[in-house]
C-alpha cells in the first residue's frame, strides 16, 4: 500500500492516497495508532476527505483524494497536566513527562507515568499496559519510551546503547562554564544514603562519559547540553558538579542556585530505531520556558 505524506499545518497532518481502500483500513495502516485510538478519532469528527469531515469506516477512497488527520481529535482521549503523548503506535509510546512525577512505583507514591498510561489504556480498550523501558528522576522533564508489550520492552532494554542514538539532555548550571565543549570522565559508586558519588580512579563503581556543549551563558549561569556515552544513575548531575557547576534546583548535588524553583534538567532530544519496524525515531522536546528566561 502505497501513500504520499504532504506537508503539515499547525492542526492537521495531510496525506494523499495512492491506491483505492476503504477509510478505516487506509488509517489503520498509515497512522501507526491503534485501532480504537483511529476509531475515535474518525467517530470525534478528526478525519477530513477533499476537506469534508467523514465519519463513515468504509468510506470509499480513490486514488488522488487527500485526508486531513486533526492532531488535536488524535489526543482527545488522553489529558494529563503531568504527561504529554508525542507518538504512539500499536508496540510503544513517546511521552514527554512533566517535573513532579515518578516514570514508576517508587516509596508510597501512587503518581506515576505508568500509572498514568495504564489508565489512557484501558479507557481506549487497548488490551495492554505501559512497561518501563528506562528512567527519569521525578524533578526531571523530558522524553520517555514506554513499551506496551513484553515482547518490544525486551527488544529495547536489552539492547538499549545500539538502539537509541541520540539521547540529550539540557540544563541550566550555576555559573559561567569556560570552555564551549569538553568531557567528563569518571567512576560513579552509591553509598548506602543513596548518594552517588565520582572518583577519578576506579572505586568498584561504574564508568560514566558525559559530553558536553554550551549552548548559552550569563555571568551567573550557563545552559548546557549533555549527551551521554553511558547512562549511570544520577550521572549528570554529579559529572556536573564535578566541573564545579552544579545543575540548578539540585537539592541533592547543587549549591542552593535555585532560579526556576525546579530542578533545571529536560531530557530534550531522543532518537531511536524502532525496536519492531527499525525504523529511524527522532523526537525534540522544546527547552521549557523557565530555563530560556534566566537568560534574557
Given amino acids: ?13 495531510r496525506y494523499v492516497v495512492q491506491e483505492p481502500f476503504p477509510l478505516l483500513e ?9 485501532k480504537s485510538k483511529i476509531k475515535a478519532t474518525l ?8 476537506g469534508k469531515i467523514v465519519t463513515q469506516f468504509d468510506y470509499p477512497l480513490t486514488e488522488g483524494m487527500k485526508i486531513s488527520v486533526s492532531k488535536s481529535k488524535r489526543n482527545d482521549m488522553f489529558k494529563s497536566r503531568y504527561v504529554k503523548i508525542v507518538y504512539e503506535d500499536r508496540h510503544l509510546l513517546v ?23 495504564d489508565n489512557y489504556l484501558h479507557k481506549s480498550r487497548q488490551n495492554c499496559t505501559a ?27 536489552h539492547d538499549w546503547h545500539n538502539v537509541v542514538y541520540d539521547r ?20 560513579l559508586k552509591d553509598n548506602r544514603a ?31 547540553e549533555y549527551r551521554l556515552e553511558t547512562g549511570r544513575k544520577n550521572q549528570i548531575r554529579v559529572h556536573s558538579a564535578d566541573m564545579g557547576h552544579p545543575v540548578c534546583g539540585d537539592t541533592k548535588y547543587g549549591n542552593g542556585d535555585d ?14 530505531y524502532h525496536p519492531v519496524t527499525h525504523e529511524r525515531m527522532e523526537f525534540e522536546a522544546p527547552i521549557p520556558p523557565a530555563f530560556m528566561k534566566v537568560f534574557k
Fill in 168 to 187: 540529550r539532555y539540557v540544563a541550566v548550571v550555576s555559573g559561567e562554564v569556560e570552555n564551549d565543549e569538553g568531557t567528563i570522565a569518571s567512576w
Fill in 259 to 272: 532560579p526556576c524553583g525546579r530542578l533545571c534538567l529536560h531530557a530534550y532530544v531522543l532518537c531511536f
Fill in 43 to 50: 467517530k470525534g469528527g478528526g478525519i477530513k476527505v477533499n
Fill in 95 to 117: 511521552i514527554e513527562k512533566n517535573i513532579g512525577i515518578l516514570s514508576m512505583a517508587g516509596g508510597h507514591s501512587s503518581l506515576t507515568v505508568k500509572a498514568v498510561l
Fill in 194 to 224: 543513596y548518594i552517588t558519588f565520582s572518583s577519578p580512579v576506579d572505586n568498584g563503581g561504574k564508568y560514566a562519559v558525559t559530553h558536553f556543549r554550551v549552548l548559552k551563558r550569563s555571568p551567573y549561569h550557563s545552559l548546557v
Fill in 1 to 13: 500500500m502505497k501513500t504520499n505524506r504532504n506537508t503539515q499545518s499547525n492542526d492537521y497532518e
Fill in 131 to 157: 512497561h518501563v523501558v528506562h528512567r527519569l528522576d521525578r524533578d526531571t522533564s523530558g522524553l520517555m519510551i514506554y513499551a506496551k508489550d513484553i515482547q518490544t520492552e525486551q527488544l529495547l532494554e
Fill in 26 to 34: 487506509w488509517l489503520l495502516a498509515h497512522l501507526h495508532e491503534s
